[in-house]
C-alpha cells in the first residue's frame, strides 16, 4: 500500500533539478551548494544524509558556507543532516540563496549562523514522509511522524526564542516567510547584502506541491513586487503574522 503526498509529488515535479558540490575548499573556509532537494535515498535524485555527511565531513575547514535553495524534502533525512551539521567543528554559515522550504528550514536552522537573501523565503510545516507498508507500518509512521512534529516544534522555538504554540500554528498553516519576516522573527540573523547574494543561481523549483506557495520563485521577486495582487497578499498575511505575535 503506499499513500500519495505532496512529497511524492515534489521529488516528481522536480527531479533531476538539483545541484550538491562543495567548493573552494582551503584550511579557512570552504563553500557547500545545497541546491538540491532532501532525501533519504539518492535513487530519488536529491541529496541524501549519506552522501551529504560524507561532503561534509570531509571538510576541514574554519568556517563553512552553506548555501540553500531547496523546496525541502524528507523530514527523517533532514534530521541527520542537521545533527551533522551541528557536531560539525567549523562555524556553519547558512546562506539562503532561494528558497529554505519545509525539511530544508530545519537544516539552515542547524547552522551556527543564518543569512537570507533579499528575496529569499523560509517555510515551516507539519512533518512530511514517504510512507510504504500495511496499515500497520502505515499508523507507525504517522505517529512517528508526530513525534518528529515535537521535535521541529522544540528546534524552531529554541532556535527563534518564539512561543511553542506559535511555532506549532506555523507549522499548521505552512507559513511562509520572506527574507523581512525570517529576520522579524528570529529564523535569520541578518539579511544579506546585494552584492553578496547568489540569486542568478537559484533554481527555478516547482512548488506545486506546496499548497501556500509563493506564485514565483525568489529569481523574480523583483517583477512579484509590483504585482498588486501579490503585493495585497503579502501585506494580508504580514497582518495575519503580525496579529498572531501580539495575541
Do not use: C
Not at 532561494?98 to 543564518?114: I, K, M, N, Y
Not at 532556535?159 to 525570517?182: P, R, V
Not at 543561481?201 to 517583477?223: E, H, R, V, Y
Amino acid at each position: 500500500m503506499k499513500i500519495k503526498s505532496p512529497l511524492n509529488k515534489l521529488l516528481a515535479d522536480n527531479r533531476g533539478k538539483g545541484l550538491f558540490r562543495v567548493d573552494n575548499v582551503s584550511q579557512d573556509e570552504a563553500t557547500v551548494w545545497l541546491y538540491d532537494m532532501i532525501v533519504s535515498d539518492s535513487f530519488f535524485e536529491g541529496i541524501s544524509a549519506i552522501d551529504f555527511a560524507k561532503q561534509m565531513t570531509a571538510i576541514d575547514a574554519k568556517t563553512i558556507h552553506l548555501r540553500i535553495d531547496s523546496p525541502g524534502g524528507e523530514v527523517f533525512a533532514a534530521q541527520a543532516m542537521s545533527q551533522i551539521i551541528r557536531e560539525h567543528d567549523a562555524h556553519i554559515i547558512a546562506h539562503i540563496d532561494g528558497h529554505a522550504a519545509s525539511a530544508a528550514s530545519w537544516v539552515a536552522l542547524a547552522a551556527d549562523e543564518v543569512v537570507i537573501a533579499p528575496g529569499g523565503m523560509i517555510m515551516i510545516h507539519n512533518a512530511q514522509t514517504i510512507a510504504y507498508g500495511d496499515s500497520r507500518d502505515l499508523n507507525e509512521t504517522a505517529s512517528l511522524l508526530e513525534k518528529v512534529d515535537g521535535i521541529l516544534i522544540a528546534t524552531y522555538a529554541e532556535a527563534t526564542g518564539q512561543d511553542t504554540q506559535q511555532i506549532a500554528d506555523w507549522m499548521d498553516a505552512e507559513t511562509w516567510f520572506s527574507a523581512e519576516e525570517a529576520l522579524l522573527y528570529k529564523f535569520a540573523d541578518r539579511i544579506a547584502r546585494n552584492d553578496d547574494v547568489a540569486l542568478e543561481n537559484a533554481i527555478q523549483w516547482n512548488l506545486t506541491a506546496w499548497s501556500k506557495a509563493p506564485s514565483k520563485s525568489p529569481a523574480n521577486q523583483d517583477g512579484n513586487r509590483n504585482d498588486p495582487v501579490s503585493t495585497l497578499d503579502h501585506l494580508r498575511r504580514r497582518l495575519r503574522l503580525a496579529e498572531k505575535q501580539t495575541a
